[in-house]
């Protein structure tokens, strides 16, 4: 069976940077609050006329570009947002049409900060059953537009930005190793958007209750996310009979300093097995993974042959992980 290897990352963010001094001034918070709880000193912001599509169709162009790809040679396109342009049509078929990928299908992952992940796993799937051969694989948000910025407990947390990898089939033995997800819809209510859908359509009174604003319990979620958080990352290495030592570098969801560091020491990994980026860019939900590696990759932090670990979590519940030898 062949394996899915990723021949090219990229990423891209919003020029704009929104600092933890900047929130001071319109809101009841401080940077001393924020950084002490979350390790967040700034956000990027997408400009007016900026969509999640072109964050996305930005990605992917670097990461294309490194994989010596050309747009009309990929056959798949997945992104996972929850964030994107409209309701529907995806956004992968925006990106399809912007990148001129004529060939490819295209389709959105609804998976909330495990968009990436789970992204990851349907580009697997279809490579290891030989049903596509090139496959671009997306996380893209634009939360600043779905916070509620009168909401110091979210609008704090949350920025814009997109990742990309191109996943191509490979004879050799390396590239995805192992995907596995999880899923508890039962606290769904722990994190959410109330608006606009089926169940709140929208009207006046909706608008003026703030439900197309996204929710969050963050107490509860963030007990629940370390937990899982470590044990899908333990069951990726006992699947492949590996241990965290043989890690070189875990790449987790970046939502808050806290959890990674709590995390990281539940899998007993040490401070340089670690990728951290919170600090820059807050949670970036689907795109923090993608954004983690490419910046890791363009850095020199992983060479060939190194054993990488994704590891997510999100609304839904959704978690999942991706063990790569690279
Ligand atoms: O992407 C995956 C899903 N998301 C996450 O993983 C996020 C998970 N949760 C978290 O990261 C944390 O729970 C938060 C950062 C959201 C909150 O941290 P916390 O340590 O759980 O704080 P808290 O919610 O218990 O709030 C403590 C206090 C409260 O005041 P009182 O009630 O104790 O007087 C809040 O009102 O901090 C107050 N507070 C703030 N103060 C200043 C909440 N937000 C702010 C703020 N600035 N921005």
Redo the contacts with the bound molecule.
């Keep these: 069976m062949k394996k899915a290897c990723i021949t090219g990352t990229g990423s891209y963010v919003p020029e704009k940077v929104l600092t933890n001094f900047d929130?001071e001034k319109f809101?009841?918070?401080?940077d001393e609050?924020?950084v002490t709880?979350?390790g967040i000193r700034e956000r990027r912001v997408a400009a007016d006329g900026e969509y999640t599509s072109d964050l996305a169709a930005h990605a992917a162009r670097r990461a294309l570009e490194m994989a010596n790809v050309e747009a009309e040679e990929i056959d798949f396109i997945v992104v996972g947002t929850i964030t994107g342009d409209f309701p529907w049509p995806a956004t992968a078929c925006l990106v399809q049409d912007k990148l001129g990928a004529s060939k490819a299908i295209a389709y959105d992952v609804s998976a909330?900060?495990s968009g990436f992940v789970y992204a990851i796993d349907a580009a697997v799937s279809r490579i290891e059953s030989g049903r596509s051969s090139k496959a671009l694989v997306i996380g893209a948000e634009i939360l600043t537009r779905v916070v509620d910025w009168q909401d110091?407990?979210?609008?704090?947390?949350f920025g814009d930005g997109a990742g990309a990898v191109v996943l191509e089939a490979t004879e050799e033995d390396r590239g995805i190793l192992s995907t596995h997800l999880h899923s508890d819809g039962s606290c769904w209510e722990l994190?959410y958007q109330p608006g606009f859908g089926s169940r709140n359509p929208a009207s006046d009174d909706g608008l003026k209750a703030r439900l197309p604003f996204l929710r969050?319990q963050?107490?509860e979620?963030?007990k629940i996310?370390v937990r899982s958080l470590s044990d899908v990352a333990i069951e990726a290495l006992e699947a492949n009979g590996l241990t965290s030592t043989d890690v070189d570098l875990f790449i987790p969801?970046q939502?808050?300093r806290?959890?990674l560091d709590a995390t990281a020491k539940r899998l007993g990994l040490t401070d340089d097995q670690v990728y951290i980026n919170v600090d820059r860019y807050g949670?970036t939900?689907g795109a923090?993974i993608p954004i983690a590696l490419d910046e890791a990759n363009r850095a020199g932090r992983i060479k060939k042959g190194d054993m990488v670990l994704l590891d997510a979590?999100?609304?839904g519940f959704t978690w999942g992980s991706a063990l790569i030898r690279w």
């Design positions: 929130l809101l009841d918070t401080s609050w924020i709880r979350t909330a900060c110091r407990n979210t609008c704090v947390l994190l969050m963050g107490n979620v963030f996310a969801h939502a808050n806290r959890i949670n939900s923090s979590f999100g609304g």
